[in-house]
């Protein structure tokens, strides 16, 4: 089983320029959450999709924007990248919200912007 | 401010051995409390979940305890192997706040040697 799959694994970019984040999950979950995950601090939530059609913003949304495209796709853009957006970027996705469900990971996308 | 502690921050051991990972939360109301282990360059993988009525679970090699009353859980890993070196992060969730639910730790990071 594939899982939650991410792309792309890594990317650099260049301060200002625009880039898509695109995953997909084949385990027919209602939810699904991208975060990001800084050296010394624990995995930040961005946004949030509860289910197809629905998004909301997480602890952290400012400077990024998401499509949740079907109910397998949770995409997030980043309109004019940052070097602060420098990051580790996780999509996951969990059967419905988090209450004592099980919260899938992706292998993790690598991103620079100088 | 819902708050995750982990503790040692990096721990080296020798393969075989024995070790417990400490974390310690002040989220409230309590849901939930998870332990993932993420090896270097990929995503978290979900050891265990406990609710409020369970002071223990397991999972092969990895027992983790929970204190409610204290606030406090443990993860204990027996007979280290190589594969154990990764960061091991505790996931606390409040009850009914849905997708702002989560609070990661950020981690304690264990080594095993040979």
């Known amino acids: 089983n594939a899982g939650v799959t991410q792309t792309p694994k890594f990317q650099v970019l260049k301060t200002g320029q625009s880039m898509t984040l695109q995953c997909a999950q084949d385990?027919?979950?209602?939810?699904m959450y991208w975060y990001r995950q800084d050296p010394g601090m624990g995995l930040r939530l961005i946004y949030y999709?509860?289910?197809?059609?629905?998004?909301d913003k997480g602890e952290v949304p400012n400077g990024y924007n998401v499509s949740r495209l079907n109910k397998r796709e949770f995409s997030l853009r980043l309109e004019s990248a940052a070097p602060s957006q420098t990051s580790v970027y996780f999509c996951a996705s969990s059967d419905t919200g988090t209450a004592g469900n099980t919260i899938y990971f992706g292998e993790g996308s690598w991103l620079t912007v100088v | 401010k819902n708050q995750v502690e982990q503790s040692p921050q990096s721990l080296i051991i020798l393969e075989g051995k024995n070790c417990t990972l400490q974390c310690n939360y002040t989220v409230s109301p309590f849901s939930n409390l998870r332990w993932y282990k993420q090896d270097t360059g990929r995503g978290p993988v979900s050891l265990t979940i406990m609710t409020f009525s369970e002071n223990t679970k397991s999972n092969g090699r990895y027992t983790a305890t929970l204190d409610a009353d204290t606030k406090q859980s443990s993860l204990h890993i027996t007979a280290s192997q190589l594969s154990d070196s990764a960061s091991y992060i505790c996931?606390?969730?409040?009850?009914?706040?849905?997708?702002?639910?989560?609070?990661f730790g950020s981690g304690t990071r264990l080594q095993v040697q040979p």
């Open positions: 996931v606390v969730s409040a009850r009914d706040t849905g997708r702002r639910a989560l609070t």
């Open positions: 385990m027919n979950h209602n939810s």
């Open positions: 999709s509860a289910s197809e059609g629905t998004t």
